[in-house]
C-alpha cells in the first residue's frame, strides 16, 4: 500500500468528528483569499461562498470524485475585472452595474477551459499546450500584478499605518509562522490589520447591525442574466475580448496545481481523471459562478498545503469544507461584517498579493529556463510587458477600435500567443520540467516550495 493509499484509508476510519474538524480546516485555510476577491471587486461575497463550494461540488463530480482539491476565487481576474468598469464608467455605468458584464466576459473564459480540455483529449497535452508556453504567460502573469498596482496603492492611501499592519502579519506569518499559520498569512494579515482598525473605530458596523441573519445568497440585478434586460452590446463584446485572454494563465495556473496535488498525495491526476476533465471542471465551476454575480473559480494552493500538512487526502474531506463554505453563504450579516473592512487593510493585504501574482510570473519564467539570450523569447516578452501596461496607464485601461474596446493584457495576450506561434524557434515541451509545471500559482503557499 502507498503513502497515497494509506492516507485515504486512514481518513475513512478516522470517524465523523474528525471529518468534520479536517472540512472546517480546509475553508479556513481558503476562506481568507476566497473573501478577499469580492472584497476588492465588489462582487456579492455570499455568491463568492456559495460558488466556491458548488463549484468545488460540480469539479468533484466532472472529475469522478478522485481529486482532492478546493475551488476557490481566482485572482488572477481581477485585472478583467478592473477593466470592465472603467469601460463601464465611460458608458455612465456605475462599478456594481458594469460588474455582470466582466461576469459575462468572465464565463466566456469558462468557454476556453472547455475548447482546451476538447483540444487535449483529441491532441495530447504536449501538442497543445507548446502554444502557451512559460514565455507567454510568464509575463502575462507579471503585467496582471503590475497594471493592479495602482489600486492597492490607492487603498493604502486611506491609513498607511493599517496597511503596513496588515503588510507585517503577513511577512511575519509566512516567513515565521508554523504549520497552519504559515498556510493562511493572508487570512491572518485581513483579521489582525481589520481587529486594530476596528479598536482604533476605523470601522463603522451600522451595516453589520442593519443585516439579517439569514438570506439568499445573490441578487437578481448582479448576474450576468440581469444585463440582457437592457444590454450595452458593445461593452459585452468589450468584456469578453478583456478577460477571455486571462484564461491563459489561469489555464496554466490549474495546470500547476494539479501537479502540485499530484506530488503531494502522489497519485498522477494528469493522467487519471485526466488533465481535460480537471479542466472541465474548473471550467464549468467558473462559468457557473460568473452567471450568479460570483468570481471566477480556480483550484486553491491553499488547501493543498493543508493536504501537506494533515496527510489525509480522501476527497470527503474537500466536499465537507464545500458544505461548509454553502452554508455560510445563507448569512447576510456575516457578509456585512467582512464588507465593513476598512479600505487600507484591503490595500495592505493587496499590495502584497499584487507582488506576489507578478513574483509568480518571474517565478513561471525562471524555473521553466527560458532562455533570453534568443531574441524571439526577449520580443515576446518586452511586448506583452510594454503593451499591457502602457494601455492601462497610458490609454486610459483600455484602446478604441471603434467597434469595441481592448484592455492591455488583452491585447497583450492576443500579441504574445500570435508571435510565439509565428516566430521560429519554439522550444517548449510541457511535461519535460515537473517542477516549471507547477511553477504557476497565485495563491500565498510557502508550504509547497520546499
Known sequence: MTNSQQAIYDARTLGRGKMLTLGLQHMFAMFGATVLVPVITGLSMSATLLFAGLGTLIFHLLTKMRVPAFLGSSFAFLGGYAAVVSMGAQEGLSAAESLPYACIGVFSAGIIYFVLAGLIAAFGAKKVMRFFPPIVTGPIIIAIGLTLSGSAIQNCNSNWWIALLAIAIIVVCNIWGKG???IIPILLGVLGSYLVAACFGLCDFTPVKEAAWFGLPFRWEDTAFYVFSDPKWGLIVSAIIAIVPISLATMMEH??????????????????PGLHR????DGLATMFASLFGAPANTTYGENTGVLNLTKVFD?????????????????PKFSALIACMPASSIGGVSLVLYGMISAVGV???VENKVDFTKSRNVLVAALILVLAIGIKYGAGDA???????????AVAALVGVILNAVLPGKDYEFGANPEGDKAVDFEINPSLRK
Do not use: Q, W
Not at 480537471?278 to 471542471?281: A, D, S
Open 363 to 365: 517565478r513561471n519564467i
Open 255 to 272: 495546470i500547476g496545481d494539479m501537479c502540485a496535488i499530484s506530488s503531494t498525495t502522489g497519485i498522477n491526476y494528469l493522467e487519471e
Open 278 to 281: 480537471t479542466l472541465m471542471g
Open 399 to 409: 484602446i478604441d477600435l471603434g467597434f469595441t474596446k481592448l484592455s492591455g493584457l
Open 315 to 331: 476527497p470527503k474531506v474537500i466536499r465537507i469544507a464545500a458544505i461548509f463554505a454553502i452554508i455560510l453563504s445563507f448569512c
Open 180 to 182: 497552519m499559520i504559515r
